[in-house]
């Protein structure tokens, strides 16, 4: 809370290079606080304590917040969301803020790992008991060899290595297993240099 007041010169007008430092301590904060927040939610899924309070959810009117949550951040990096659901009163169930986890890391994947007028295309379809829902991105994908290990903890594709964006390796580790808390499926299709389809089934009944 202290270094965002900083950054928004509430204590006084900072030169260029105090504003260079004050963003560098934010963006190395907030990546220690994802950190711990990650490690936090793999020690209760482990131990089987992760709560979670389920009821039925609207899928147009949570992927509509998220959208608005990472409005500025698409912005940033000339990416481009585009949504096809199915239905705009399909529903699922599950616990609200986990499901928002799941879709959010995806889609902050897919702006992450895209490149230069990046794109997101997300939908959704009824399948029987689930929805199933597809986020396919124009991205820098994930290389063929390495597509096995994608949701083991702490790994990184090889080919990310020179981008600026870090991370843990532990985002789609705890997405999996949340979609799996919540009764469903997740899995991908990928070509490295052309982009990657996450589908994630999430029940639509208790």
Sequence with gaps: GNIEMLADESFGILNKGQHELVEDIQISTTRLI?????MLDITKIEQGKLDMVCEIINVNDLFHSIIDDLADYAKRHNFIISTNLQDTNTTVFGDKIRVRQVFQ?????????????????KSSCIEGDHVKFSFKDSGIGIPKQEQSS??????????????ASGGSGLGLYIVKSLVKELGGDIWFESEENVGTTFFVTIPRTK
């Design 105 to 121: 890391n995806l889609i902050d994947n897919a702006i992450k790992y895209g490149r230069d007028s990046g794109l997101l295309h």
């Design 150 to 163: 994608l949701f083991e903890r702490f790994y990184r594709a090889s080919n990310t290595a020179n981008l």
């Design 34 to 38: 994802g950190m711990v927040n990650d």
